[in-house]
């Protein structure tokens, strides 16, 4: 699912004469399984965001390759990019980013106005994606007025909504409390388990990153070492 091949990356700072580069990502190797659950420590400023953006097609890497469900992206334009994006990888942040103008359901909704999808239909799976992540009480709540468990399950649904096979999550549980938590956890395993969705988790918490098959540690910009049953 994502295949990550000696990426490097660094930052350039500043401009023409005074131009710095910043060192954040050193030949990082990384393979993601179909199915897999993989989580992604490090501390902070150690390149995790960085690599998320890259596997996204956020960022360009300054060398290396990045295939993502057999496509490789790299080198790809924006538009491209955005389109496959949609298609392929949902995201969740921790500080939710949902559109506060916009209800619960107006949210999910987004991607599916953004790809085309006829009135009804969009209706229809919008219900059926609030009963999966169990806010079909909260259609009409603006983000507001829901809790962050609430919002982050909110977001959730909007990175379901086109059915992508690959989740990507930077610090999805950063904001919420120990309970939300786990059952924030408990969703993101029966969307594995049932809809067979890889997810590749950025994590503080070594309790999200418990729940992974496999656990990957980044330390100034290398991978560290590995954990878990799967292969690399
Ligand atoms: P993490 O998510 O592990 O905290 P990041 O990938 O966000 O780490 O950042 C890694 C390093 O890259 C940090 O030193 C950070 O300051 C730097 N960095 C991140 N984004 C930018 C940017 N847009 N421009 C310049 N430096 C950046
Ligand atoms: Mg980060």
Redesign the pocket.
């Given at each position: 699912m994502i295949t990550i091949k000696q990426v490097s990356h660094h930052?350039t700072?500043g401009k023409k004469a005074k131009e710095t580069t910043?060192p954040?990502l050193h030949g990082i190797d990384l393979h993601v399984e179909k199915g897999e659950i993989v989580s992604l420590v490090?501390?902070?400023?150690?390149?995790?965001?960085?690599?998320l953006h890259i596997i996204g097609g956020f960022i360009q890497p300054t060398s290396g390759q990045v295939v993502i469900n057999g496509k490789t992206i790299t080198g790809w334009d924006e538009g491209k990019l955005a389109d496959f994006r949609l298609q392929h990888i949902g995201y969740i942040f921790q500080n939710f980013q949902l559109i506060p103008s916009m209800t619960a359901a107006q949210n999910i909704e987004l991607p599916l106005i953004l790809n085309g999808t006829a009135k009804q239909e969009r209706k229809q799976k919008v219900a059926e994606i609030l009963r999966q992540v169990e806010l079909e009480a909260y259609p009409d709540h603006y983000p507001s007025e829901l809790s962050g468990g609430q919002q982050q399950r909110v977001a959730i649904a909007r990175a379901l909504i086109l059915d992508p096979p690959l989740i990507l999550a930077d610090e999805p549980t950063g904001s919420l409390d120990s309970d939300t938590e786990a059952e924030l956890l408990t969703l993101i395993r029966k969307l594995n388990e049932q809809n067979g969705i890889t997810f590749f988790l950025?994590t503080h918490d070594q309790e999200v990153a418990a729940i992974a098959d496999r656990q990957l540690e980044?330390k100034d910009g290398q991978m560290l070492k590995v954990k878990g049953v799967m292969p690399v």
């Open positions: 930052y700072m910043v954040v490090g501390k902070s400023g150690s390149g995790k965001s960085t690599l950025i980044i």
